[in-house]
């Protein structure tokens, strides 16, 4: 088990695919992108699978999320959801991804035994879009949407990010796009992991003004907080329910005590935290012809190091040197 010294048993893995994405959007990375990881840095579909395998079969690992940069850019995405799908006991297998390209993926990923998807959709209106992700898709992420959907990769969440000045507005008609389809829409709390550095947390949308916005308009009402567990969206029922949606006030009301995720990015380091400063690499070892049993002792030796939280609040925090998209969102 991966258990670290608080007692925390982390069982929900997120792997992150490549550091690359199609989109630009300003609270991750600057327009003109970023030097990506260099390709031989890069795990192979082999060497994530072997690693998602040894966190199934030997570590306790229950749920696999492949993340990103954006998955869908990755071109063995399929038979990497086919294998960890294929592992015994049966993960949940899920993907995070920005919805481009899910047009046509969505079906043969569901066949390969993805179950659901979360997609990020930060607003529904086409100029806000380019101007907040540098790029015009709005379409692209709407059709895949619409296709998570028809290929039964439910329930279908969304993740929205509100920038202050930029698409706060759009907090009540995301809702309404979102309940109006079935999809579960959660916002996130901006956090301070933009490749620029430019996050104040005076320009944060915090998570009591994101309810109060939402308040305006509909009527919420706290979900049975027992039904919460380890997730950490805050859930409400709106309007009496069934419709829910989700807050997730990551900088403001941290869930840390409850954390039970750990990272493996894209060139194969684990990381407990989305903050952390640390990190274990694993893919030296894997690389060196280390045995299933020696990566799952470095990989239990890195998770009980796991701090008690990520500290955003501490006047001695530190934004951690890599951001949000080579690290796995
Ligand atoms: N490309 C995929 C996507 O768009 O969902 C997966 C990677 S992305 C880094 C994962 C999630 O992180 C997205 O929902 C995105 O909105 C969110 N995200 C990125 N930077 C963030 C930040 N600074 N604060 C809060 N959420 C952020």
Not at 31 to 44: H, I, S, V, Y
Not at 135 to 154: K, S
Not at 217 to 245: I, K, Q, Y
Not at 301 to 307: F, Q, S, Y
């Amino acid at each position: 088990m991966l258990v670290d010294s608080f007692g925390r048993v982390a069982t929900d893995l997120r792997v992150s695919l490549t550091d690359r994405c199609n989109l630009r959007c300003a609270y991750c990375m600057p327009p003109e992108g970023l030097d990506w990881l260099p390709k031989p840095d890069l795990l192979t579909g082999e060497e994530v699978v072997r690693l998602v395998r040894i966190g199934v079969e030997r570590l306790g690992i229950r749920e696999v999320r492949f993340t990103g940069g954006e998955p869908l850019l990755r071109r063995e995405l399929v038979d990497i959801v086919t294998a960890a799908a294929a592992l015994r006991p049966r993960p949940q297998v899920s993907l995070t991804s920005n919805g481009i390209g899910l047009a046509r993926l969505a079906e043969p990923l569901a066949k390969a035994g993805l179950d659901r998807v979360n997609i990020s959709l930060d607003t529904l209106d086409r100029e806000v879009f380019a101007r907040l992700a540098h790029r015009d898709r709005l379409h692209d992420v709407l059709d895949g949407l619409a296709a998570a959907a028809a290929a039964g990769l439910t329930p279908v969440k969304v993740n929205a990010v509100l920038m202050r000045g930029i698409n706060e507005h759009d907090a009540v008609p995301l809702l309404r796009h979102c309940l109006d389809r079935g999809y579960e829409l959660r916002f996130i709390e901006q956090m301070p992991l933009d490749a620029q550095h430019g996050w104040r947390r005076d320009d944060m949308v915090t998570a009591d003004e994101i309810l109060g916005l939402l308040k305006d308009s509909f009527d919420l009402t706290e979900d049975d907080p027992r039904e919460r567990g380890s997730a950490p969206a805050e859930l409400f029922l709106v309007d009496g329910g069934p419709g829910r949606v989700g807050v997730i006030g990551s900088v403001t009301r941290p869930f840390c005590g409850a954390c039970d995720r750990v990272r493996i990015t894209a060139d194969g380091q684990v990381r407990n935290c989305l903050f952390a400063t640390e990190e274990s690499d694993l893919r030296t070892a894997l690389r060196s012809g280390a045995s299933d049993d020696d990566l799952a002792a470095r990989w239990v030796a890195a998770v009980r190091g796991k701090k008690a939280g990520h500290g955003i609040d501490d006047s001695a925090f530190l934004q951690p040197a890599r951001p949000m998209s080579a690290i796995g969102g």
